[in-house]
């Protein structure tokens, strides 16, 4: 199978299974396949409150990435010069990098934000670069750069974030107050609690 084809299914099974994480609690999930630039997933509650996440799958324990996304860099006589990181336009936004287990083993979620990504990409770019001289010697001009499980692994499971990212904002108007203050208590449906649960992830 070309690595073209597994990259594709790789990101597909990633939407998925986070789809389904958030189902278990108790949320709508519905992935995009690819067809919005910015993310990839929509999270819904009840109350038609949304939070969109950007999904990152990867079938080993590093997801690849380019340096030039997270810091500004030239190249010079084939040395790199890296003057700062850039400026993102969505550090705010939830993501989701999901370790894709193989048949019979435990897929691993971590849940971030875009802007927690630079710190480590450009810690670990930096140090490594560092050590070599800022001089790539096969390919000067590369930007191959990556994050590890061991990188993010403070993230892992923190599915608070978009819970409390769905609490905070503003119920969606067309509802109506009545309907709006029915479901204004997560706990009337026991999906704060199971969220909460031990069990939560069991099926």
Known sequence: MSSGRLNKLAGQIGEYLVCAELGRRGLIATPFAGNVPTFDVLATDELCRTVPIQVKASRGDSWPSRADRWMNIQLNDNQQI??????????ELV?????????????????????????????????????????????????????????????????????????????????????????????????????????????
Not at 82 to 91: C, E, F, H, R, V
Request: glycine share 8%; with cysteine.
């Open 82 to 91: 890296y003057s700062g990181p850039t400026k993102l336009a969505t550090p």
């Open 95 to 203: 993501w989701v990098c999901v370790a894709i287990a193989l048949p019979g083993g435990r897929d691993r979620f971590f849940v971030l934000t875009e802007g927690d990504i630079p710190n480590v990409c450009i810690a670990g770019y930096t140090s490594w670069m560092d050590s070599i001289g800022w001089r790539r010697r096969r390919n000067p001009s590369s930007l191959d750069c990556r994050w590890w499980i061991s990188d993010i692994q403070q993230f892992e499971d923190r599915w608070e974030l978009i819970l409390g990212r769905l609490r905070a904002a503003e119920p969606d108007s067309s509802l109506g107050a009545a309907t709006a203050k029915q479901f204004s208590n997560c706990d009337t449906l026991g999906l704060v609690n199971q969220a909460k649960s031990p069990d939560s992830s069991q099926t």
